[in-house]
C-alpha cells in the first residue's frame, strides 16, 4: 500500500471516530471537538487525492492542497461560531450544555 | 568527511531521542508537578539540542542553520517561562511541604 | 507510489489512538489537549504527503488556534460549574452509532482504495501556467491567482463567522471589548517572555508570507502567527482588547478582502477577466494584495478567537 492510500485509510477512520463521538458524546463541547476531528479525518482524505496526483517534479498536486487550507480556516471559523454558541447558552441557561433530556 | 557527519547526525539524534524518551517517561512515571516539570526540562534542552546539532551538518547553509538554532532557542525561552507559570500556580494550590 | 513505510504506519497508528483518546477521555480537558496532540501529529502526516504549506496550516490553525478557542471555552464552562454528564446515550444508541460509523469509514476507506490509477492530477497544468504568475510555489500560485475566487470567499466566509460571533454578544455589550481583562506583572516573567518573543512573532510572521513565493508558508499562516502574538500581548495584559465599534478594527478587517475585490474589478479593465492579474505585473500585485489580506487574517482569527464583546459596551 503506498504512503498515499495508508494516509487516505487512515483519514477514512478518523471520520467514523469523529461522527461515533458527535454522536455519542453527551458534553456539547466534546461534540465540537469530535466535529473537529471529522474535519481532520476528511482533510487527510483529500491529502490522499493530491499525493496520489504527484507529477512533474511536485510531490504532491497544489489544487487540493489549496482546497484543504480553504478547509482547514473554515473549520476553525465553524469551531469558532459554534464555542462561541456553546458559551452563550450556558451562560443564559445554566446546564443546558448537557444533552437536552430525552425519554428514557 | 561525509560519512562522519552522517554518524554524527545518527548518533545525536539517537540521543536526542534517549533523552525525549526520558522526559515522557519522567511526565508520566513522577508524583507531583513540579518533579514532571523537571522531566520536561531536559526534553526540550537536552532533547531537542541535541536533534538540532545533529541536523545541523544537513542544513542549508548558513540560513538554514541559523533557523535551527533559532528553533531551539525560542523552544527553550517559552518552555522556561511556562514552567515557571506553571510551577507558580501548582505551588500556590498545593505548596511543598 | 512510494510504498508507505513504518514511519507511516506509526504516525497514523498514533494519530488513531490520539482520536480515541480524545473520544474517551474523562474529562474535557485531556480530550482537548489529546485533540492538540493529534493535530500537531498530524503535521508530520502532512509532511509524509508531501504537503508542507498545508502541515503550516495545520500546526498554527488546525492544532494551535483551535486548541486555545476549545480550552478558553472548557475553562469558562467548568467555571460556571457545568456538571459532568450524569445521563449518558443508552446502549442500544451507541450500537447503532457505532454500526453508522464504522459504515461510513468502511464506505470511505473503500472509495479511497479504489481511487483510479493513473491518478488524474491537475499538477502539470498548474506547473504550466506557474511562470505566467510570477511565483514558484505552485500551492500560493492556486490559492491566490488560479483559486483567487475561492480565498476571495473564504476571507468574506471568516468576515461572516465573525459577525456570527460577535451578535452573540449581549444587547448592553454591543459595540464592547471581546475577552477578559488580563492583569498585568510588569515584571512577572510571561511579560518579559512577550516582550521578547512579541517582536520576532512579527517578524516571522511577515517572513512566512514574504517566502511563500517561492517556498512553503502563505497570507493564512504568517496570519495566524501575528493573531497568536496579539494574543500573548493581551495574555501578559501589555494591551487590551480594543473595542470592536472601533473604526480601526472595523478597516483592519475590511481592508484585505476589500483590496482584494477592488483588484479583482480592476481584472476585467487590465487583463481581461474579473481577478485575472495584469500581464508583467503579477507578483507585484499579487504582493500589494497579500499583505493588506494576512494582517486582515490577523485580525479575524485574533478576533474570533477573542469571542464577542464582554465589557465596556457602548450602550
Sequence with gaps: MSTATLFGVYGAVLVGIGLYGMIVQTELLRRIVAFDVLGSGIFLIFGAVARRGAAGGLASDPIPQAMVITGLVVAFAATGVATALLLRLSASAEGVARRPEGPP | ?97 | MTPASLLDLGIGAVALALAAFAGAARSSFAAIVGFVALGLLLALAWLRLGAPDVALTEVAIGGGLTGLLLIGAERRLRARAMAEASDPVSTRVRVAAAVLSAGVAAGLAAAVLSLPIPAPTLGPAALRELPRTGLDNPVTAALIAFRAFDTLAEKVVLLLALVGVWSLAPDREWGGRPGQRYPLDADGVLAFLVRLLVPVGVVFGGYILWVSAGAPGGAFQGGAILATMWLAARMAGLTDAPRLCASRVRWALAAGPLVFFAAGLAGPLVAGGFLAWPVGFEKPVIVAIEIPLMLSIAAVLGLLLAGPAQRDGAR
Excluded at chain 2, 545525536?12 to 508524583?31: H, I, K, Q, Y
Excluded at chain 2, 526540550?44 to 548558513?62: F, Q, S, T, Y
Design chain 2, 1 to 97: 568527511m561525509s560519512g562522519l557527519l552522517d554518524l554524527w547526525t545518527v548518533v545525536a539524534v539517537s540521543g536526542g531521542a534517549f533523552f525525549f524518551l526520558a522526559g515522557t517517561v519522567g511526565l508520566l512515571r513522577f508524583p507531583d508537578v513540579l518533579t514532571r516539570l523537571h522531566a520536561l526540562t531536559k526534553a526540550d534542552n537536552l532533547g531537542l539540542g541535541l536533534v538540532v546539532l545533529g541536523l545541523l551538518p544537513r542544513a542549508e547553509g548558513l540560513q538554514g542553520a541559523v533557523k535551527l538554532l533559532s528553533v531551539w532557542l525560542l523552544v527553550m525561552l517559552s518552555g522556561a517561562t511556562v514552567s515557571q507559570l506553571i510551577a507558580r500556580v501548582a505551588g500556590r494550590e498545593s505548596p511543598p511541604a
